[in-house]
């Protein structure tokens, strides 16, 4: 069993355009990407959660972006797909309480993101890079 050990999380990027007139009511959508990247001994890795909320209807009024990275120490028998549930579990948290405080500090309600289910039939381990896997 693979076990991950939580040592420290950043913001990479971060974008809201918010020209929306107040009390306007939008439909959001969200597209989400997650990846995890690994060291060469596979006892470190790295996992980047990249969300984009829009107004469906006007995203050039609309549109946040965030990209944070969670860095993990792995431990134990490493299973990549197991590692990459463990490593959504860690990070998204962060990005959510992220994305809910500055949509608040920017006078908006506290638009919250929707989790993702990661299960093995969504993740794709990539050929010629068995450091690297994205669903």
């Known amino acids: 069993m693979a076990n991950i050990i939580f040592r ?7 974008d809201l355009t918010n020209k929306i007139e107040a009390d306007r009511e939008i439909e959001i959508s969200q597209r989400s990407q997650f990846n995890v ?7 470190h890795c790295v996992a980047n959660l990249i969300v984009d909320i829009m107004d469906q209807n006007n995203p050039m009024e609309f549109n946040y972006k965030i990209s944070g990275l969670a860095y993990l120490d792995c431990e134990g028998n490493i299973d990549q797909k197991e590692i990459h549930k463990l490593a959504y579990e ?3 948290p962060h990005v959510r309480a992220t994305t809910i405080s500055v949509m ?17 039939s969504n993740i794709e381990v990539v050929e010629g890079n068995k450091d690297q896997f994205t669903s």
Not at 8 to 14: D, H, K, M, S
């Open 90 to 92: 860690e990070i998204f």
């Open 37 to 43: 990247k690994y060291t060469d001994d596979f006892k």
């Open 104 to 120: 608040a500090q920017a006078g908006l309600p506290p638009i919250g993101i929707q989790k993702i289910k990661i299960d093995d």
């Open 8 to 14: 420290g999380y950043r913001v990479e990027e971060l």
